[in-house]
Each structure stands twice: as structure tokens, then as C-alpha cells.
Antibody, heavy 119, light 110 residues
């Protein structure tokens, strides 16, 4: 069974930093591209970032480019999101999501971790 | 990276059919037959319902179907049931391993 478990969320002040982690199990993690998707309270889903299976290709939404860094450790079956210079508008539930082998859609989601940016 | 356009809400009675539209551009929905649809119940993670425009994952009811015409994709739910009440999001592949989501549609089963 595919499982994605996020951790690392919490309350942080504007301008602060936070590192999210996603522990993957139930599939060959090193074979799949992975994404982060976020959802602000009461709002819709927003694609944040993607990383290819070997970390060769990395992409970001314009809203986080230059502030967030996605990475992965295939030996540890883990995905990360380093978030710096956080703003109030970054407040959201952050989901770790697996992209299917063809890399054309997201097929599995974690349960999410809440990040709150507030003074 | 502009969000796809969905109606904010739709409603229907049990047994009826509803359709949710998802309008993008020639750079996303129009360029690829790679629209996926997700169902999200309150406080839960999204669940894949339709992928690559019209394909259903194993375990998803055949009451859910997808289609596309030009820059607009659609999700149709037939034989509405109470448990279908949820938020629905479309998502399009937008090239270079990026994705764009719709704003979401709240489905109310009357």
C-alpha cells in the first residue's frame, strides 16, 4: 500500500524558515517524480514544486521560486521542502504527492501538514 | 500559471446527473489530453477520480466520467449519491513536469 506521511509543519513568524519532510513507503520511491501541493485554509489546491526521480529536473511555482527548495533522498525514501522567507500567504496545508510513472498526473497524496505563518 | 476555471458550486438531487466544467488555455488543457479530477471531502486528502481526461482508476465508480473539448474539460457524475457531496478539483499537466489546478467546485447533493 502506498503511504506518504508528511511532517515538520507548525507555526512560524513571517520571514522565518521551516523544513517539511515526507516519508514514503509501499512503492519504489526512487522510480517516481514527486510533488508538493498546498491548500490555503478554505481555498483550492495550488501546485508548488516538482522533482524528478533522480533529482535531475526541479520546477517551482512562481509564487515560491527563490524562497523554497525541493529535494529528496532516495536512500531514505524521503522528500523535503525547505521553505525560507515565509510570508502570511504561505499559510496552508502542504501535501506530498506522487506523480505517476508517465509524470502526467498525481496518483497518491499524503494527509498533509499545516504550516501557519503568523506573528 | 493561471488557475483553471471551475464553477464555484453545483448541486443536484440523488439519482440525477451533474457536470462540472474546467476551462484552461491552449497551453494546458488545450495542449494535452492530460486532465485529472480529484474528489476532496472536508479535512481529507484529495482522491484521484479521473486521469488522462477520461480514464478511471481501479476502484472508482463508473458513475464518474470525464471528457474534453478544446480548452474545456468536464467531469460528469451520474446517479448522484449522498457520498458524492464533496469538493472537486480539475488539474492539467502544463508541461515540464508542472501542473495547474482549478479553483475547485463544491458539489451539494440536495
Amino acid at each position: 500500500e502506498v503511504q506518504l506521511v508528511e511532517s515538520g509543519g507548525g507555526l512560524v513568524k513571517p520571514g522565518g524558515s521551516l523544513r517539511l519532510s515526507c516519508a514514503a513507503s509501499g512503492f519504489t520511491f526512487s522510480s517516481y517524480s514527486m510533488n508538493w501541493v498546498r491548500q490555503a485554509p478554505g481555498k483550492g489546491l495550488e501546485w508548488v514544486s516538482s522533482i524528478s526521480s533522480s533529482s535531475s529536473y526541479i520546477y517551482y511555482a512562481d509564487s515560491v521560486k527563490g524562497r523554497f527548495t525541493i529535494s529528496r533522498d532516495n536512500a531514505k525514501n524521503s522528500l523535503y521542502l525547505q521553505m525560507n522567507s515565509l510570508r502570511a500567504e504561505d499559510t496552508a496545508v502542504y501535501y506530498c504527492a506522487r506523480v505517476t510513472v508517465g509524470a502526467t498526473y498525481i496518483d497518491y497524496w499524503g494527509q498533509g501538514t499545516l504550516v501557519t505563518v503568523s506573528s | 500559471q493561471s488557475a483553471l476555471t471551475q464553477p464555484a458550486s453545483v448541486s443536484g438531487s440523488p439519482g440525477q446527473s451533474i457536470t462540472i466544467s474546467c476551462t484552461g488555455t491552449s497551453s494546458d488543457v488545450g495542449s494535452y489530453n492530460l486532465v485529472s479530477w480529484y474528489q476532496q471531502h472536508p479535512g481529507k486528502a484529495p482522491k484521484l477520480m479521473i486521469y488522462e481526461g477520461s480514464k478511471r482508476p481501479s476502484g472508482v465508480s463508473n458513475r464518474f466520467s470525464g471528457s474534453k473539448s478544446g480548452n474545456t474539460a468536464s467531469l460528469t457524475i451520474s446517479g448522484l449519491q449522498a457520498e458524492d457531496e464533496a469538493d472537486y478539483y480539475c488539474c492539467s499537466y502544463a508541461g515540464s513536469s508542472t501542473f495547474v489546478f482549478g479553483g475547485g467546485t463544491k458539489l451539494t447533493v440536495l
